[in-house]
């Protein structure tokens, strides 16, 4: 994960919800800075400015360095992004102060890359597993775990075990045994086949309305 992602922020006295609006219609968006042992500080945060920064950036949980001016600057990782549930628009921000020499634990997402040859020979890639909690440095952190998949075949399980990452730098703390994807046949197939044994059951139903039939009759 990039550990040079800047933002700029200023703190802020005031609070509640009428300030914060007051905050948003000037294109700010209020934010708060939680520090181990420590009260937690209100900042606030060029909204458009923010934004752009997101879009270059495949995860949320992002590693930044939080810079207060007159050369004050934290490092903090963007722990939670509170946003408007239609327009989608950031309306909170919470940071988490690291120190980036103390190991953190930290949600890291995984990607599947390539095209399995399984695939390739008619089969399905399942991804089952979309992010590991991992042990590590800060400065170790992965804003994605890429993992290339073009060599699965059909039958085969990649599990939490086969991820590459160095055990040196991450202690992962997601069971290995775990599946994170696997390339299935089709279950067209397999519905296929169901229909099949199920008109397979039913060949015998002609005589049960047989024998209503009859029973009606008399």
Same mark, same amino acid.
């Given at each position: 994960?990039?550990?040079?992602?800047?933002?700029?922020?200023?703190?802020?006295?005031?609070?509640?919800?009428?300030?914060?609006?007051?905050?948003?219609?000037?294109?700010?968006?209020?934010?708060?800075?939680?520090?181990?042992?420590?009260?937690?500080? !209100?900042?606030?945060?060029?909204?458009?400015?923010?934004?752009?920064?997101?879009?270059?950036?495949?995860?949320?949980?992002?590693?930044?360095?939080?810079?207060?001016? &007159?050369?004050?600057?934290?490092?903090?990782?963007?722990?939670?992004?509170?946003?408007?549930?239609?327009?989608?628009?950031?309306?909170?921000?919470?940071?988490?102060?690291?120190?980036?020499?103390?190991?953190?634990?930290?949600?890291?997402?995984?990607?599947?890359?390539?095209?399995?040859? !399984?695939?390739?020979?008619?089969?399905?890639?399942? &991804?089952?597993?979309?992010?590991?909690?991992?042990?590590?440095?800060?400065?170790?952190?992965?804003?994605?775990?890429?993992?290339?998949?073009?060599?699965?075949?059909?039958?085969?399980?990649?599990?939490?075990?086969?991820?590459?990452?160095?055990?040196?730098?991450?202690?992962?703390?997601?069971?290995?045994?775990?599946?994170?994807?696997?390339?299935?046949?089709?279950?067209?197939?397999?519905?296929?086949?169901?229909?099949?044994?199920?008109?397979?059951? !039913?060949? !015998?139903?002609?005589?049960?309305? &047989?024998?209503?039939?009859?029973?009606? &009759?008399?």
């Amino acid at each position: 994960m990039s550990g040079d992602i800047r933002i700029e922020v200023e703190k802020r006295e005031t609070t509640g919800t009428g300030a914060a609006r007051r905050l948003r219609r000037e294109g700010l968006v209020p934010a708060v800075l939680y520090t181990h042992g420590e009260t937690a500080t !209100g900042l606030q945060l060029k909204h458009h400015l923010f934004e752009q920064m997101l879009r270059q950036h495949a995860s949320e949980s992002l590693l930044v360095e939080l810079d207060f001016g &007159s050369g004050e600057t934290r490092n903090a990782l963007v722990k939670e992004i509170q946003r408007h549930p239609l327009g989608g628009n950031v309306l909170h921000v919470d940071f988490q102060e690291v120190s980036m020499t103390e190991k953190i634990r930290f949600a890291m997402p995984v990607e599947l890359t390539g095209t399995p040859q !399984g695939v390739k020979n008619g089969g399905v890639l399942e &991804s089952l597993l979309y992010e590991i909690e991992v042990e590590c440095l800060p400065g170790d952190l992965l804003e994605n775990l890429e993992v290339d998949v073009s060599g699965m075949q059909i039958g085969d399980n990649l599990t939490v075990a086969d991820l590459p990452l160095d055990p040196e730098r991450y202690l992962v703390l997601t069971p290995s045994d775990i599946a994170v994807a696997v390339v299935d046949m089709p279950r067209v197939e397999e519905e296929e086949e169901e229909s099949e044994e199920a008109a397979a059951a !039913g060949a !015998g139903e002609p005589e049960v309305l &047989s024998e209503r039939a009859s029973d009606e &009759s008399a």
